[in-house]
């Protein structure tokens, strides 16, 4: 399967700034998904990201918030903007694809601290 | 529309008994189905999936899960639980390449 490499491992970022998330991975993808599970709970879908096209997002979520590049088929950013405290989460990047074998593998994560 | 109902948020289990985590699911197409293990501070790694075909499915670390169409499951089961299957476990169904996960149930395993 596909090996994800997902850049910071954590941070703590001051309320009002924005961060970015890279996610790199080792073979070419389809397709690259973005999620997001809040303290103690489940992942949430917040969009996919498909190479040559704007990235789809899911309700609730919305791109002057959380914009994602996606200018190659190994990898993409996300940008968690103006941060606020309840954006405190952490950010899993995952692919699906011809390395992935329709399992969907994911990155170790961002966990993100907003103070 | 697709949704997953993991029941019970915790499972304590003694080390060498069986592990049953229950899945439950609801799709309007025919389903993926997937277990997720997630260790503390690490991301998600895949223990088995159901696409098509045979319904026992059998994945790493000595789990399997079994799909049951009429009963609209996919249990996880381990025989004889280990101290390192000690984390979180998700069930997740996949629809149109995007993935609706349960809320997760912690397992603990007692010495």
């Known amino acids: 399967s596909a090996v994800i490499s997902q850049k910071p491992s954590r941070d703590i970022c001051q309320r009002g700034t924005s961060l970015t998330i890279q996610c790199q991975v080792d073979?070419?993808?389809?397709?690259m998904f973005w999620y997001r599970q809040q303290p103690g709970q489940s992942l949430t879908l917040i969009a996919t990201?498909?190479?040559?096209?704007?990235?789809?997002?899911e309700s609730g979520f919305v791109i002057d918030k959380f914009p994602i590049s996606r200018p190659n088929l190994t990898f993409s950013t996300l940008t968690v903007s103006n941060m606020s405290p309840e954006d405190s989460s952490i950010y899993l990047c995952?692919?699906?694809?011809?390395?992935?074998?329709?399992?969907?593998?994911f990155g170790s994560g961002t966990r993100l601290t907003v103070v | 529309a697709q949704s997953v109902t993991q029941l019970g948020s915790h499972v304590s289990v003694s080390e060498g008994a069986l592990v049953l985590l229950r899945c439950n699911y609801s799709?309007?197409?025919?389903?993926?189905l997937f277990w997720y293990v997630q260790y503390p501070n690490q991301g998600l790694q895949l223990l088995l999936k159901?696409?098509?075909?045979?319904?026992l499915v059998k994945g790493i670390n000595g789990f399997e899960a079994e799909f049951k169409k009429s009963e609209t499951s996919f249990h996880l089961t381990k025989p004889s639980a280990h101290m390192s299957d000690a984390a979180e476990y998700f069930c997740?169904?996949?629809?149109?390449?995007?993935?609706?996960f349960g809320a997760g149930t912690t397992v603990t395993v007692r010495a």
């Open positions: 995952s692919v699906d694809g011809p390395g992935a074998n329709y399992g969907y593998t």
């Open positions: 073979s070419q993808v389809t397709m």
């Open positions: 990201a498909n190479q040559g096209s704007e990235a789809t997002y």
């Open positions: 799709s309007s197409v025919p389903p993926y």
């Open positions: 159901y696409t098509t075909g045979a319904t």
């Open positions: 997740a169904v996949g629809n149109d390449y995007k993935l609706s």
